[in-house]
């Protein structure tokens, strides 16, 4: 997965313990809401944050585990990460 980052959300992702192995798994099988100012949020509901996947190894998915807390915005037009962060209270729509 070519994921394109910003200097903004490498330093956000180095600043909040998230990796970027992280940050794929959670675009990659999180739901996708739209923010309303051109942004795409993409997060792990709590109930699916178990949930292990064929491709990627136990001790990898255990690595990761506590960073799945979180949420990405991409950019909805050229598919660049914005920002990453740890999810603290639920996202009302």
Same mark, same amino acid.
């Given at each position: 997965?070519?994921?394109?980052?910003?200097?903004?959300?490498? %330093? =956000?992702? +180095? +600043?909040?313990?998230? %990796?970027?192995?992280?940050?794929?798994?959670?675009?990659?099988?999180? @739901?996708?809401?739209?923010?309303?100012? $051109?942004?795409?949020? /993409? /997060?792990?509901?709590?109930? @699916? =944050?178990? /949930?292990?996947?064929?491709?990627?190894?136990? %001790?990898? /998915?255990? &690595?990761?585990?506590? +960073?799945?807390?979180?949420?990405?915005?991409?950019?909805?037009?050229? @598919?660049?990460?914005?920002?990453? $962060?740890?999810?603290?209270?639920? =996202? =009302? &729509?």
């Amino acid at each position: 997965m070519n994921i394109n980052f910003t200097n903004h959300s490498r %330093s =956000r992702m +180095q +600043q909040r313990g998230i %990796s970027k192995t992280a940050v794929e798994h959670i675009i990659k099988y999180g @739901d996708c809401h739209f923010d309303g100012h $051109g942004g795409k949020i /993409f /997060f792990i509901k709590k109930k @699916d =944050r178990d /949930f292990r996947t064929s491709d990627l190894p136990i %001790s990898k /998915f255990e &690595s990761i585990r506590k +960073q799945l807390n979180g949420y990405v915005v991409i950019s909805e037009e050229d @598919d660049v990460v914005i920002t990453v $962060g740890h999810k603290y209270k639920r =996202r =009302r &729509s």
